[in-house]
């Protein structure tokens, strides 16, 4: 018959209290050496979820500025645009132009939005008198004298938007070639760019079209919601129109779908419907919902740097390096048609 054992308070345990008692202690002994490998960088660290995270930070953060993201042959002009508001225009303007910066490229972004978010988002100061687009389209001052550059980021560059720029269309009317002031803007600026990413507010008014004129691309953020698709004809449509009577280099060239939430089936259909309607043009990186991503922009920051270990962050990378890889691909291409005629 098994005994009873005394334990550290002198109480007498039963048998089977004595033995789980005995295995907890041979438990405790063999912790600190599992710590102990873990510490001294065992074969379980890559594992771990702070190592992931760690990983994921550093490549996204890319601290020796190496060119990791390859540079077009000639300058992109990108109008991040959708009528629908809250789709993630300005979140995915500010994320990918920081990638590609972090990345050896020189990018420029214009917030042509009254509500100045994406010069929030890049820590810029936006203040009432602050030399902004406005200046730049009503009153024709050159973008050299208004382009800040982005704290931490040399390579980046913003053109600011203030509440002035809400009376910029009315002031505009009576303008002659009014549709082309930004594209004509865009000239004045002397650096060298590789990209321009121009933040559109979410109407189809002047000042988005003077964006897609100005620019040769057009990236639409679809959200992976119910109503992701209602109004997107009409962009289409008057893409189309500018195309035909202002901007014949036009083209929808990226869809990049936003706020995915892989716990819900509708956000699976809406991709699908996407894919299957838009195909090759639509991203492979899928950004998803994240609230690290909705408070990054308090901190006057980008998810990039304000946490580049994140979900979101690896998501906006991956969608950068995409853009710069098929602009390469596309690049490549068109050296070689030039090269068979």
Same mark, same amino acid.
């Given at each position: ?5 005394? =334990? ?5 345990l039963?048998?089977d ?52 993201? +390859? ?20 979140? $995915?303007?500010?994320?990918?132009a ?20 994406? $010069? ?8 009432? &008198?602050? +030399? ?9 001052? /050159?973008?050299?004298e ?5 704290d931490?980021? /040399?390579? #980046? !560059? ?7 720029l ?9 303008v002659v *070639?009014?549709? &082309? ?13 590789? !990209?321009i ?23 639409? +953020? ?17 893409i ?7 901007n014949?280099? #036009? ?5 990049? #779908?936003t706020?995915y939430?892989?716990?819900?089936? #509708? *956000? ?7 894919? =299957?309607?838009?195909s090759?043009i ?5 950004? +998803? ?12 920051? $980008?998810?990039?740097t ?8 690896? $998501? !906006? ?10 602009? *390469? ?7 070689n ?5």
């Amino acid at each position: 018959m098994a005994r009873a054992s005394r =334990g550290k308070t002198g109480r007498h345990l039963a048998p089977d209290e004595a033995q789980a008692n005995n295995g907890r202690k041979a438990a405790a002994k063999t912790v600190p050496q599992q710590a102990t490998s873990i510490k001294e960088g065992g074969p379980l660290d890559d594992d771990l979820p702070l190592a992931r995270e760690a990983q994921r930070a550093v490549r996204v953060l890319n601290p020796s500025g190496a060119v990791t993201m +390859p540079r077009p042959t000639r300058r992109r002009v990108f109008a991040v645009a959708n009528q629908k508001g809250g789709v993630g225009k300005t979140t $995915s303007t500010v994320n990918l132009a920081v990638a590609l910066a972090l990345h050896g490229n020189r990018v420029m972004v214009i917030d042509l939005d009254p509500q100045g978010n994406a $010069s929030t988002g890049l820590g810029v100061e936006h203040g009432a &008198g602050t +030399p902004s687009v406005y200046e730049a389209l009503v009153e024709g001052q /050159p973008l050299d004298e208004i382009a800040k550059t982005v704290d931490g980021i /040399p390579s #980046l !560059y913003c053109i600011p938007a203030t509440i002035d720029l809400a009376g910029a269309e009315v002031e505009l009317v009576n303008v002659v *070639a009014r549709e &082309g002031r930004l594209e004509k803007s865009i000239e004045t600026f002397s650096g060298e760019l590789d !990209y321009i990413f121009i933040d559109c507010p979410p109407s189809l008014g002047l000042l988005t079209v003077n964006a897609l004129v100005a620019a040769e691309e057009v990236l639409i +953020p679809i959200q992976c919601e119910y109503y992701a698709l209602e109004g997107l004809g009409q962009l289409l449509r008057n893409i189309e129109l500018i195309k035909a009577h202002l901007n014949a280099r #036009l083209r929808v060239s990226t869809i990049l #779908l936003t706020m995915y939430d892989k716990r819900t089936k #509708l *956000a699976d259909q809406v991709e699908q419907e996407v894919r =299957g309607h838009f195909s090759e043009i639509v991203l492979d990186a899928v950004v +998803p919902r994240s609230v690290r991503v909705s408070e990054a922009p308090g901190y006057g920051q $980008s998810i990039m740097t304000y946490d580049p270990g994140s979900r979101g962050a690896t $998501s !906006y990378f991956e969608a950068a390096e995409e853009i710069a890889l098929r602009g *390469a691909k596309l690049s490549r291409r068109g050296k070689n048609q030039k090269g068979g005629n």
